[in-house]
């Protein structure tokens, strides 16, 4: 059973930090995998989908990894912004079923002024 | 945004009553998918709906049922609701194609009380 987990639950970061958000999963095979932003009450944007054939994703100050043979993804975040507080979850979608996708708990993240 | 709607915003019912969600998906996406998100949890697959069948499903009770209408669009119906059933519930459109991936509408919250 495909069990996807992130760490930390919680960060809190000074403005202008770089950093990293941590995602596993448990079974390596997978269609692709994908990270959203989730701001508190509301629906998820999607920020970077990687295909399991891919290595790394970015988009502006976002940049998000796989390595699919050890279960990990990792967003990393350069020069934070206090715009950029909010819960970033992370989602596989397995090879076996590709109408679905399975998420970790989410790290809420903080970027203070 | 994505050009996924959902209604309504909010809703409170009593335990045992039935409730209807509903979700309109963007334009071009043939494929629906509801996910339930308990507060401080990730999103958890409730089942998908691609040309009016159902195209998948998560460990959901029977209670929890839904329907795709030719215009794509869709419903959630959960019966005999219970306090556990308070949640953000999210629909996502998507296509069968490709990356699979899908856009995410902006949530209904259900307060069960």
């Known amino acids: 059973k495909q069990e996807v987990t992130q760490i930390p639950a919680a960060l809190s970061v000074p403005e202008g930090e770089n950093l990293v958000l941590n995602c596993s999963f448990t079974?390596?095979?997978?269609?692709?995998l994908q990270w959203f932003r989730q701001d508190p009450g509301k629906g998820l944007t999607s920020l970077l989908l990687?295909?399991?054939?891919?290595r790394e994703q970015t988009s502006g100050r976002l940049n998000a990894s796989l390595d699919k043979s050890s279960g990990r993804s990792t967003l990393y975040i350069a020069a934070s912004q206090p715009g950029d507080s909010a819960t970033y979850l992370c989602a596989v979608r397995p090879r076996s079923n590709t109408g679905k996708l399975i998420f970790g708990q989410g790290t809420t993240l903080q970027v203070k002024p | 945004e994505t050009g996924v709607t959902q209604s309504p915003t909010h809703l409170i019912k009593t335990r045992g009553q039935q409730v209807t969600l509903r979700c309109s998906s963007q334009?071009?996406?043939?494929?629906v998918s509801w996910y339930q998100q308990a507060l401080g949890q990730g999103p958890q697959f409730i089942f998908q709906?691609?040309?009016?069948?159902?195209?998948g499903r998560g460990n959901f009770p029977p209670r929890f049922s839904g329907l795709q209408f030719p215009n794509y669009s869709s419903e959630l119906n959960v019966n005999a609701l219970e306090l556990d059933d308070s949640a953000l519930y999210l629909c996502?459109?998507?296509?069968?194609?490709?990356?699979?991936?899908?856009?995410f509408g902006p949530g209904t919250r259900l307060t069960v009380t």
């Open positions: 996502a459109s998507s296509t069968q194609q490709g990356a699979y991936e899908q856009y």
């Open positions: 990687i295909q399991s054939s891919q």
């Open positions: 709906y691609y040309r009016e069948e159902e195209n």
């Open positions: 079974d390596s095979a997978i269609y692709n």
């Open positions: 334009s071009g996406h043939n494929t």
